[in-house]
Protein backbone atom coordinates (compact mmCIF):
# COMPACT_ATOMS: atom_id res chain seq x y z
CA UNK A 1 0.00 0.00 0.00
CA UNK A 2 1.24 3.38 -0.85
CA UNK A 3 1.16 6.13 1.77
CA UNK A 4 1.88 10.31 1.52
CA UNK A 5 3.70 12.32 3.99
CA UNK A 6 4.43 15.88 4.25
CA UNK A 7 7.66 17.17 4.64
CA UNK A 8 9.83 20.58 3.86
CA UNK A 9 9.80 19.86 0.22
CA UNK A 10 5.74 18.97 -0.55
CA UNK A 11 4.45 15.62 -0.54
CA UNK A 12 7.13 12.96 -0.74
CA UNK A 13 6.20 9.51 -1.08
CA UNK A 14 6.91 6.40 0.87
CA UNK A 15 6.08 2.93 1.22
CA UNK A 16 5.60 1.09 4.07
CA UNK A 17 6.94 -2.88 4.62
CA UNK A 18 5.97 -3.64 7.59
CA UNK A 19 2.50 -4.03 9.57
CA UNK A 20 4.08 -3.37 13.32
CA UNK A 21 5.75 -0.10 15.09
CA UNK A 22 6.32 0.63 18.72
CA UNK A 23 8.66 3.00 20.27
CA UNK A 24 9.94 3.26 23.82
CA UNK A 25 9.08 5.97 26.23
CA UNK A 26 5.17 6.59 24.99
CA UNK A 27 4.47 5.20 28.39
CA UNK A 28 5.96 8.09 30.08
CA UNK A 29 4.45 10.86 28.42
CA UNK A 30 1.82 12.81 30.55
CA UNK A 31 -1.56 13.97 29.55
CA UNK A 32 -1.92 16.87 32.08
CA UNK A 33 -5.36 18.25 30.65
CA UNK A 34 -8.36 17.46 32.54
CA UNK A 35 -11.36 17.37 30.34
CA UNK A 36 -14.36 16.55 32.25
CA UNK A 37 -16.44 13.16 31.56
CA UNK A 38 -19.61 12.76 30.64
CA UNK A 39 -20.52 9.71 32.62
CA UNK A 40 -23.34 11.54 34.81
CA UNK A 41 -24.83 12.48 31.62
CA UNK A 42 -24.64 8.74 29.87
CA UNK A 43 -26.32 7.53 32.85
CA UNK A 44 -29.14 9.71 32.77
CA UNK A 45 -30.25 8.36 28.52
CA UNK A 46 -33.01 5.68 28.93
CA UNK A 47 -31.33 2.58 28.72
CA UNK A 48 -27.95 2.95 30.33
CA UNK A 49 -26.05 0.65 31.85
CA UNK A 50 -22.28 -0.62 32.09
CA UNK A 51 -21.19 -2.88 29.23
CA UNK A 52 -19.82 -6.05 30.13
CA UNK A 53 -15.91 -6.97 30.48
CA UNK A 54 -15.43 -10.36 29.70
CA UNK A 55 -12.98 -12.41 31.29
CA UNK A 56 -11.57 -15.27 28.54
CA UNK A 57 -9.51 -17.41 29.90
CA UNK A 58 -9.16 -19.21 26.01
CA UNK A 59 -7.50 -16.35 24.98
CA UNK A 60 -5.36 -16.01 28.00
CA UNK A 61 -4.02 -19.67 27.25
CA UNK A 62 -3.49 -18.98 23.69
CA UNK A 63 -1.65 -15.39 24.53
CA UNK A 64 0.31 -16.51 27.36
CA UNK A 65 -0.77 -14.11 29.93
CA UNK A 66 -2.83 -13.94 33.41
CA UNK A 67 -5.98 -12.38 32.09
CA UNK A 68 -7.33 -11.51 29.07
CA UNK A 69 -11.15 -9.42 29.24
CA UNK A 70 -13.02 -8.35 26.39
CA UNK A 71 -14.90 -4.55 26.96
CA UNK A 72 -18.42 -5.76 24.93
CA UNK A 73 -19.86 -2.97 23.20
CA UNK A 74 -22.37 -4.84 21.37
CA UNK A 75 -25.21 -3.40 23.04
CA UNK A 76 -24.64 0.14 24.45
CA UNK A 77 -27.68 2.38 24.82
CA UNK A 78 -29.87 0.55 22.49
CA UNK A 79 -27.24 0.74 19.76
CA UNK A 80 -25.02 -2.59 18.49
CA UNK A 81 -21.63 0.00 19.22
CA UNK A 82 -19.58 2.08 21.29
CA UNK A 83 -20.11 5.46 18.76
CA UNK A 84 -22.96 6.70 20.74
CA UNK A 85 -21.21 7.65 24.31
CA UNK A 86 -18.91 10.36 21.69
CA UNK A 87 -22.09 11.42 19.94
CA UNK A 88 -24.75 11.48 22.77
CA UNK A 89 -22.30 13.84 24.72
CA UNK A 90 -21.42 16.37 21.69
CA UNK A 91 -25.10 16.46 20.80
CA UNK A 92 -26.19 17.46 23.82
CA UNK A 93 -23.28 20.07 24.42
CA UNK A 94 -24.15 21.52 20.87
CA UNK A 95 -27.73 21.94 21.75
CA UNK A 96 -26.73 23.17 25.29
CA UNK A 97 -24.89 25.83 23.40
CA UNK A 98 -26.55 26.71 20.70
CA UNK A 99 -29.60 27.20 23.21
CA UNK A 100 -28.08 27.85 26.86
CA UNK A 101 -30.22 24.37 27.87
CA UNK A 102 -28.42 22.09 30.46
CA UNK A 103 -27.64 18.86 29.47
CA UNK A 104 -30.65 17.40 31.72
CA UNK A 105 -32.33 15.27 28.93
CA UNK A 106 -35.89 16.85 29.35
CA UNK A 107 -34.00 20.43 29.07
CA UNK A 108 -32.63 19.47 26.22
CA UNK A 109 -35.57 18.14 24.18
CA UNK A 110 -37.71 20.79 25.12
CA UNK A 111 -34.99 23.55 24.02
CA UNK A 112 -34.36 21.45 20.78
CA UNK A 113 -38.09 21.76 20.02
CA UNK A 114 -38.13 25.41 19.36
CA UNK A 115 -34.40 25.64 17.56
CA UNK A 116 -34.84 24.28 13.96
CA UNK A 117 -32.00 22.37 14.48
CA UNK A 118 -30.35 19.66 11.93
CA UNK A 119 -27.37 17.83 12.58
CA UNK A 120 -25.10 17.04 9.86
CA UNK A 121 -22.25 14.07 10.23
CA UNK A 122 -20.75 11.92 7.43
CA UNK A 123 -20.08 8.18 8.72
CA UNK A 124 -18.92 4.60 7.62
CA UNK A 125 -21.33 3.12 9.84
CA UNK A 126 -21.72 3.15 13.78
CA UNK A 127 -21.17 6.72 14.50
CA UNK A 128 -23.88 8.24 11.80
CA UNK A 129 -26.52 5.75 12.93
CA UNK A 130 -25.78 7.09 16.77
CA UNK A 131 -26.17 10.70 15.61
CA UNK A 132 -29.40 9.32 13.74
CA UNK A 133 -30.28 8.32 17.24
CA UNK A 134 -29.47 10.88 19.40
CA UNK A 135 -31.54 13.42 16.59
CA UNK A 136 -34.73 10.88 17.14
CA UNK A 137 -34.83 11.05 20.81
CA UNK A 138 -34.07 14.59 20.99
CA UNK A 139 -36.74 15.62 18.24
CA UNK A 140 -34.53 16.99 15.75
CA UNK A 141 -33.68 16.23 12.03
CA UNK A 142 -30.42 14.48 10.69
CA UNK A 143 -28.89 14.37 7.49
CA UNK A 144 -25.84 11.20 7.63
CA UNK A 145 -23.63 11.24 4.43
CA UNK A 146 -22.01 7.95 3.62
CA UNK A 147 -18.84 6.70 1.54
CA UNK A 148 -19.87 4.65 -1.67
CA UNK A 149 -18.38 1.49 -0.27
CA UNK A 150 -21.00 1.66 2.52
CA UNK A 151 -23.70 -1.84 2.80
CA UNK A 152 -27.32 -1.26 1.85
CA UNK A 153 -28.18 -2.92 5.23
CA UNK A 154 -26.05 -0.07 6.97
CA UNK A 155 -27.35 2.56 5.58
CA UNK A 156 -30.71 1.18 6.02
CA UNK A 157 -30.10 0.80 9.80
CA UNK A 158 -29.37 4.47 9.65
CA UNK A 159 -32.41 5.80 7.61
CA UNK A 160 -34.24 3.69 10.26
CA UNK A 161 -33.33 6.07 12.69
CA UNK A 162 -35.18 9.01 11.24
CA UNK A 163 -32.26 10.25 9.47
CA UNK A 164 -31.65 11.33 5.75
CA UNK A 165 -29.24 9.50 3.96
CA UNK A 166 -27.32 11.01 1.38
CA UNK A 167 -25.12 8.38 -0.54
CA UNK A 168 -21.60 9.99 -1.70
CA UNK A 169 -19.85 8.90 -4.90
CA UNK A 170 -16.32 8.52 -2.72
CA UNK A 171 -14.61 7.43 0.16
CA UNK A 172 -15.13 8.32 3.87
CA UNK A 173 -12.56 11.21 4.18
CA UNK A 174 -14.70 13.02 1.39
CA UNK A 175 -17.95 11.99 2.42
CA UNK A 176 -16.98 14.00 5.63
CA UNK A 177 -15.49 17.00 3.29
CA UNK A 178 -19.55 16.83 1.83
CA UNK A 179 -21.11 16.77 5.21
CA UNK A 180 -19.02 19.82 6.53
CA UNK A 181 -20.07 21.73 3.17
CA UNK A 182 -23.46 20.88 3.36
CA UNK A 183 -23.24 22.07 7.38
CA UNK A 184 -21.34 25.21 6.43
CA UNK A 185 -24.68 26.08 3.65
CA UNK A 186 -27.32 26.91 6.40
CA UNK A 187 -27.07 28.10 9.74
CA UNK A 188 -29.82 25.54 11.37
CA UNK A 189 -27.52 22.76 10.33
CA UNK A 190 -24.70 21.42 12.75
CA UNK A 191 -21.70 19.32 12.12
CA UNK A 192 -21.50 16.41 14.46
CA UNK A 193 -17.94 14.82 13.17
CA UNK A 194 -16.15 12.13 15.09
CA UNK A 195 -13.16 13.61 13.63
CA UNK A 196 -11.28 16.97 14.08
CA UNK A 197 -9.31 19.45 11.34
CA UNK A 198 -7.28 22.60 12.02
CA UNK A 199 -10.76 25.03 12.93
CA UNK A 200 -12.90 22.30 13.37
CA UNK A 201 -11.87 20.80 17.47
CA UNK A 202 -14.70 21.78 19.77
CA UNK A 203 -17.71 19.03 18.57
CA UNK A 204 -14.56 16.14 18.27
CA UNK A 205 -13.38 16.88 21.96
CA UNK A 206 -16.74 16.54 23.11
CA UNK A 207 -17.25 13.27 21.46
CA UNK A 208 -13.73 12.01 23.06
CA UNK A 209 -15.30 12.89 26.37
CA UNK A 210 -17.70 10.80 25.46
CA UNK A 211 -15.78 8.05 25.11
CA UNK A 212 -13.88 8.36 28.28
CA UNK A 213 -17.41 6.91 30.09
CA UNK A 214 -16.53 2.89 28.74
CA UNK A 215 -12.67 3.33 29.83
CA UNK A 216 -14.21 4.56 33.57
CA UNK A 217 -16.15 1.50 33.56
CA UNK A 218 -13.53 -0.89 32.52
CA UNK A 219 -11.56 0.46 35.50
CA UNK A 220 -14.17 -0.02 38.04
CA UNK A 221 -14.80 -3.22 36.62
CA UNK A 222 -11.60 -4.62 36.78
CA UNK A 223 -10.61 -2.82 39.85
CA UNK A 224 -7.00 -2.10 38.58
CA UNK A 225 -4.98 -1.02 35.47
CA UNK A 226 -4.51 -3.47 32.82
CA UNK A 227 -1.16 -3.83 31.57
CA UNK A 228 -1.83 -4.33 27.60
CA UNK A 229 -4.91 -2.21 26.27
CA UNK A 230 -5.87 -2.76 22.42
CA UNK A 231 -7.65 -0.42 20.42
CA UNK A 232 -9.73 -0.11 16.93
CA UNK A 233 -8.50 2.68 15.29
CA UNK A 234 -10.24 4.37 12.27
CA UNK A 235 -9.44 7.86 12.60
CA UNK A 236 -8.07 7.55 16.12
CA UNK A 237 -10.65 9.68 18.22
CA UNK A 238 -11.20 6.77 20.32
CA UNK A 239 -7.48 6.24 20.75
CA UNK A 240 -7.50 9.47 22.02
CA UNK A 241 -9.81 9.23 24.48
CA UNK A 242 -7.67 5.79 25.70
CA UNK A 243 -4.32 8.00 25.74
CA UNK A 244 -5.68 10.60 27.30
CA UNK A 245 -7.48 8.29 29.93
CA UNK A 246 -3.85 5.57 30.50
CA UNK A 247 -2.10 8.84 30.57
CA UNK A 248 -3.24 10.86 33.72
CA UNK A 249 -0.52 11.41 36.32
CA UNK A 250 -0.66 9.91 39.30
CA UNK A 251 -2.08 6.92 37.92
CA UNK A 252 -0.04 3.19 35.98
CA UNK A 253 0.52 3.52 32.25
CA UNK A 254 -0.22 0.51 30.90
CA UNK A 255 1.41 -0.41 27.17
CA UNK A 256 -1.31 0.70 24.63
CA UNK A 257 -1.95 -0.47 20.93
CA UNK A 258 -3.01 0.73 17.95
CA UNK A 259 -5.27 -1.98 15.73
CA UNK A 260 -6.09 -0.79 12.18
CA UNK A 261 -6.78 -3.00 8.98
CA UNK A 262 -3.92 -3.25 6.66
CA UNK A 263 -5.61 -1.25 3.99
CA UNK A 264 -6.16 1.92 5.93
CA UNK A 265 -3.72 1.72 8.25
CA UNK A 266 -2.86 6.05 8.75
CA UNK A 267 -2.03 6.22 12.13
CA UNK A 268 0.25 3.15 11.84
CA UNK A 269 2.00 5.18 9.05
CA UNK A 270 1.76 8.23 10.53
CA UNK A 271 3.43 6.75 13.94
CA UNK A 272 6.34 5.39 11.30
CA UNK A 273 6.81 8.64 9.12
CA UNK A 274 6.61 10.70 12.92
CA UNK A 275 3.95 13.31 10.54
CA UNK A 276 0.39 13.40 9.76
CA UNK A 277 -0.02 10.85 6.94
CA UNK A 278 -3.07 10.52 5.19
CA UNK A 279 -3.80 6.84 2.68
CA UNK A 280 -5.38 5.88 -0.12
CA UNK A 281 -8.06 3.26 1.67
CA UNK A 282 -10.30 0.57 -0.66
CA UNK A 283 -13.00 -1.95 0.72
CA UNK A 284 -12.55 -3.73 4.32
CA UNK A 285 -14.90 -6.06 6.17
CA UNK A 286 -13.68 -3.32 9.26
CA UNK A 287 -16.23 -0.87 7.76
CA UNK A 288 -15.80 1.60 11.25
CA UNK A 289 -12.01 1.32 11.03
CA UNK A 290 -11.88 2.37 7.21
CA UNK A 291 -10.13 5.89 7.88
CA UNK A 292 -7.50 7.45 5.51
CA UNK A 293 -6.59 10.51 8.03
CA UNK A 294 -6.52 10.64 11.79
CA UNK A 295 -7.97 13.67 13.49
CA UNK A 296 -5.70 16.43 13.70
CA UNK A 297 -6.73 16.34 17.70
CA UNK A 298 -5.98 12.75 17.95
CA UNK A 299 -2.28 13.22 16.44
CA UNK A 300 -0.41 14.94 18.91
CA UNK A 301 -1.59 12.56 21.36
CA UNK A 302 -1.10 9.67 19.85
CA UNK A 303 2.63 10.76 18.89
CA UNK A 304 3.47 11.18 21.96
CA UNK A 305 1.30 8.46 24.40
CA UNK A 306 0.56 5.72 21.89
CA UNK A 307 3.24 2.52 22.37
CA UNK A 308 2.56 0.80 19.42
CA UNK A 309 0.09 0.50 16.57
CA UNK A 310 -0.27 -2.81 14.22
CA UNK A 311 -2.09 -3.29 11.07
CA UNK A 312 -4.48 -6.47 10.27
CA UNK A 313 -5.85 -8.43 7.60
CA UNK A 314 -9.49 -8.70 7.09
CA UNK A 315 -9.19 -12.38 6.86
CA UNK A 316 -7.80 -12.26 10.50
CA UNK A 317 -10.01 -9.73 11.96
CA UNK A 318 -12.98 -12.29 10.62
CA UNK A 319 -10.89 -15.19 12.35
CA UNK A 320 -11.36 -13.27 15.51
CA UNK A 321 -14.75 -12.46 14.74
CA UNK A 322 -15.73 -15.99 14.90
CA UNK A 323 -13.18 -17.22 17.45
CA UNK A 324 -14.71 -14.95 19.85
CA UNK A 325 -18.14 -15.84 18.57
CA UNK A 326 -17.35 -18.98 19.52
CA UNK A 327 -16.19 -18.51 22.72
CA UNK A 328 -19.90 -16.03 23.34
CA UNK A 329 -18.97 -12.91 22.58
CA UNK A 330 -20.92 -11.16 19.64
CA UNK A 331 -18.17 -9.05 18.02
CA UNK A 332 -18.35 -7.33 14.54
CA UNK A 333 -15.05 -7.03 12.80
CA UNK A 334 -14.48 -3.81 13.72
CA UNK A 335 -14.53 -4.69 17.20
CA UNK A 336 -12.68 -8.37 16.99
CA UNK A 337 -9.74 -6.73 15.01
CA UNK A 338 -7.98 -6.04 18.47
CA UNK A 339 -8.04 -9.97 19.38
CA UNK A 340 -6.47 -10.21 16.12
CA UNK A 341 -4.09 -7.28 16.57
CA UNK A 342 -3.05 -8.75 20.30
CA UNK A 343 -2.14 -11.95 18.38
CA UNK A 344 -0.15 -10.42 15.48
CA UNK A 345 1.66 -7.84 18.74
CA UNK A 346 2.32 -10.66 21.45
CA UNK A 347 3.35 -13.12 18.22
CA UNK A 348 7.05 -12.96 19.11
CA UNK A 349 9.39 -12.51 22.30
CA UNK A 350 10.76 -9.17 21.17
CA UNK A 351 7.41 -7.59 20.51
CA UNK A 352 6.19 -9.32 24.05
CA UNK A 353 9.36 -8.15 25.32
CA UNK A 354 9.18 -4.55 24.08
CA UNK A 355 5.74 -4.19 25.59
CA UNK A 356 6.36 -5.36 28.85
CA UNK A 357 4.07 -8.38 28.51
CA UNK A 358 3.95 -12.00 30.27
CA UNK A 359 2.42 -14.70 31.87
CA UNK A 360 1.50 -12.07 34.61
CA UNK A 361 -0.15 -9.91 32.07
CA UNK A 362 -3.51 -8.40 32.06
CA UNK A 363 -4.82 -7.49 28.72
CA UNK A 364 -7.97 -6.00 27.79
CA UNK A 365 -9.27 -5.93 24.68
CA UNK A 366 -12.08 -3.10 23.40
CA UNK A 367 -14.13 -4.94 21.10
CA UNK A 368 -16.06 -1.88 19.90
CA UNK A 369 -19.67 -3.42 18.52
CA UNK A 370 -21.51 -6.33 18.09
CA UNK A 371 -21.51 -8.51 14.81
CA UNK A 372 -22.81 -6.96 12.12
CA UNK A 373 -26.36 -8.76 10.69
C1 LIG B 1 -16.95 -0.28 15.84
C2 LIG B 1 -15.92 0.77 15.77
N1 LIG B 1 -14.77 0.60 16.43
C3 LIG B 1 -13.80 1.52 16.39
C4 LIG B 1 -13.94 2.68 15.65
C5 LIG B 1 -12.79 3.63 15.58
O1 LIG B 1 -13.02 4.86 16.19
P1 LIG B 1 -12.21 6.12 15.69
O2 LIG B 1 -12.70 6.45 14.32
O3 LIG B 1 -12.47 7.16 16.70
O4 LIG B 1 -10.77 5.73 15.64
C6 LIG B 1 -15.14 2.90 14.95
C7 LIG B 1 -15.34 4.13 14.16
O5 LIG B 1 -16.35 4.33 13.53
C8 LIG B 1 -16.15 1.93 15.01
O6 LIG B 1 -17.31 2.07 14.34
Not at 61 to 70: I, S
Not at 189 to 211: C, F, H, K, N, S
Request: aromatic letters at 4%; a negative charge; one cysteine or more.
Amino acid sequence: MQSKVADDEGMATLQRTDNWFIRAGAGDWVNTSTAPGARAFHESLPGYAPTPLVSLPELAAELGVRAVLVKDESSRLGLPAFKVLGASWAIARVIAERTGASTDLSCLRRAAAGAGLRLVTATDGNHGRAVAHMASLLGVAATVFVPAVMTPVAADAIAAEGADVVRTEADYDSAVATAARFADEQPGRELVQDTAWDGYEQVPAWIVEGYDTMLEEVDEQLGAVPDLVAIPVGVGSLAEAVVAHYRRPGAPHPALLSVEPDTAACVLDSLAAGALVSVTTGATVMAGLNCGTVSTSAWPVLRDGCDAAVAVTDTAALQAVSDLGCLGVSSGPSGAATLAGVRAALATPDRRAALGIDGASTVVLLSTEGTRR
